[in-house]
C-alpha cells in the first residue's frame, strides 16, 4: 500500500518513526519498512503506456477476486459492507490529510459507496476512473493556490493553528475552506525554515550577515516553492498501472493489511530485497525531481570493476549495448523508469551518457551482471569487556533474505550457520543472535535457522483456514552451537523474527531480550501468478498477488499475531510506549490459539532466568542513560499524540524553543562505551579492507555498535548466564 501525503515541513527522525505506516512485504513472512511517498493523478505520462485497457483491467480485478475467495485464510463476502469498506479506505490511502478533496468531491464519490462490490465482481471502474478524474482537478487546482499563496509575504500575525492529522479533521466545504488549509500549511512550511535561520543567526559560531526577517521569509517562500513543484512534478508522472496499483490494494487489504497486488515491476523489486541480489550494473541512484544520480557503488559489482563510474555522477542518457547512438534522454524522468532502462540480463551492456560533478560528459559501456547486496547479509563481530574474561559472539541479521531461484545464491539460514563456524573457531564462551529490525523473510530459513541451537524437533505450527496444523520441524539432528544463546529483539522484529524468538523461548534454549514486545505478525503469505487465471494471452502480463494463506503458532499453540513475543528481559527502548505493530494496521486477522505439540531439547537449559532478570534490572535502574532511554520514551509518546501547529510567528518560535529544550536532553545521548570492546573477525578483515567503502561501513557499523547501550547490556547478561552455568556445573 501506499501512502499519498505527508507534509513538507521540519524533519523531526522522531516524529518520522512515529507517524510512518508500517507495511510488510512477504514471500512467505515480512519484511518491515518505512513505506516512501507515493502520488495519485493521471496526467499522461511519456514513460509508459497509459491508456486504459478495459479487457485487462477486468481479467486482473476478477483474477484478484477469485484468488482472495479460493485461498485466502479468511475471505471475506463481497457485499455493501464490503465495498464501504474498500471505499472508506481508499478514499484514506489517497486523500489521509483531507488537502485535495471537497466535500463536493466526496459527495460525487459517494454513490458508489455501495457499488463497489458490483464493480470488482463486473470488472468496471467508474469509480476509479471518477476518483483519478477528480484528483487530477485537485491536484492542478491546489497547485495554482499553493503557487499564488507563496507568491506574496505571508502574514504571520494572525493567531492561528495548522492541524495536520486528518482523522481530525472534516472535508473541506468548498474551495475557499480547503484554500485556507494551503495557506496555513504554506505558512507552516515556511514559518519552520525562518524560524531555524534564526536560530543559526542567534549562535555565537554564526559569521556572515544576519538577515532580517523579511529577506529570511522571501528566501524559504522560495525554496517552498522550488520543494512543491518539484512534489507536484512527481505527482503528475504517475502512471495508470500504479495508480490502478492503489485502487487493487485498498480491495485486497480489506481482507488482510498483508494481501496485496504486485504488478510486474513491483514483483521484481520485492524479489530484488528479498533475495539481495539483482543483474543490473551495482549502483545506487538517487534522483531530485530532475537529475537521477549515483550515490554508490556496490563493491564487486560490474560498475565497480569497470571503474568509471562514480557517487555524483550524473545519468543524462542511457542507451542498450556498446553504441550511444539509440540513447534515451532520462533527465526529468522517475527514478524508477530510469533504474528499469539500466537493470537487464547478465552479460548484456548498458551505455551511459555521464555529467561529471566537474561539468564534463563521458560515454560509459558496462556489462551487466549479478549484483550481490552484502549489507543486507548476516555478519559477526567479537565483543569482550576490558579487564575481564571471555569473549561473545555477535550475530547481526538485518532479515531472512533468501533466494528462491534454481541458483539459490543468497541464504540466511547457511549464512548464520557459517558465522557460527567463523565465531567458534574464535574460541567464543557465548552467541548473541540480534534480530533487532528484522521484519522477517523466509520461512524455509527460520525453521533451519532455529535448528542451528537445537537437535531436532518443532519449531513453528503452520495452519490454513480448513486444514490441520502442519509441523514444521528441523530434522538435523546436529546442533552448530550449543552453548548460551541470547536472542534480541525490538517492536519492529516482525514474522519470521518472532517464529526463531518465540521457538528459543518455548524450548527455554535462549534468553529474549529487547524492547516490551515484538511487531505481532503471525500471517503467512504466498504470491500467486495472476496469468495463470486466465487464457487471454492479449491481456498478459497480469502480474502477481501475494495473499494470506496460513497462519502460525508456536509451538505452544499460542499465536503470534497481534500478541507478538514478549521478551524474558525487558530493556528501555524509545518506543515502549508508542503504539506501532500489526495493532494499528486496518483489519488485522484475529489473535487465536490451537492445541500444543510435544517438545523437548537437552542442547542447553538456563541455569536461572529469575537470577538473570534481578541482575539486569538492578543495572538497568541504576544507569543513567537508561534512565534517560526511558525519558525520552515519555517525551516521544507525548510527540506522537500532537497534530497542531501554532503559525504566529512569536507563539510558534516560543513554542519550538520549548521543543527544542526538550529534545537537547538528549541529544549525545549514546556515546562510546569505553570498556565495551568491538572487533571484527579475524577471518572477515581481508574482504573488509578489500575496498574503501566496505572499509569505512565497517568502521561506521562498529563505532554504532561500541554505542548500542542495548547490546552492552545484553552481553552483561550473556556474562551472567556463562558465571551461573560455572556455578551449576560445579555443583555438579
Sequence with gaps: MLNFERPFGKFDFDKFLLDMKIKTSFVFFSFLGIIGIAFFVSQFNPFHGDEPNPRKDAALIQAILQGMNRLHFKPKQIDDAFSKQVYQLYLKDIDSGKRFFTRSDID?????????DDEAQNGTFKFFDLSVSLMDKAVAKTQGWYREILAQPLDFGKNEMLETDGKKLEWAKNDEELRARWEKWMKYEVLYRINDELDK???????????????????????VLDTYDKWFKRMQKTDRTRRLEIYLNAITNVFDPHSGYFSPREKENFDIQMSGKLEGIGARLQSDG??????????????????????????MKVAQGDSDLESLDVMGWDIDDVVSKIRGSKGTRVTLTIQKPDGSEKVITITRDVVIMEEGFAKSLILSETAKQGRVGYIYLPKFYADFTPQGLTSCAADVADEIEKLKRENVNGVILDLRGNGGGSLRDVVQMSGLFIEEGPIVQVKNRTRRPEIMSDNDPRVQWGGPLVVMVNGFSASASEILAAAMQDYGRAVIIGSTGTYGKGTVQRFLDLDNSTIDQSVKPLGEMKLTIQKFYRITGKTTQLDGVTPDIVLPDFYNLVDLGERENDYPLESTTIEPVPYNQGVYHIADIGKLKAASGARVSADQVFQKVNDNAVRLRKKKDQSQFPLQAEKYRQWNKRQDEEAKQFENLFQPIEAFQVENLAADLPQIQSDTSRTARNDSWLKDKKKDIQLYEAFHVMQDMIRLDAIAAGRQ
Design 108 to 116: 460525487q464519490m459517494k454513490g458508489f459507496e455501495k457499488m463497489l
Design 201 to 223: 543567526q542567534e549562535k555565537p559560531e554564526f559569521k556572515g550577515e544576519k538577515k532580517s526577517f523579511e529577506q529570511i521569509e522571501k528566501e524559504q517562500r522560495e525554496k
Design 290 to 315: 530532475e537529475k537521477t544520480s549515483v550515490t554508490e557503488i556496490v563493491p564487486g559489482g560490474p560498475a565497480w570493476k569497470q571503474g568509471d563510474l562514480q557517487p555524483k555522477d550524473v545519468i
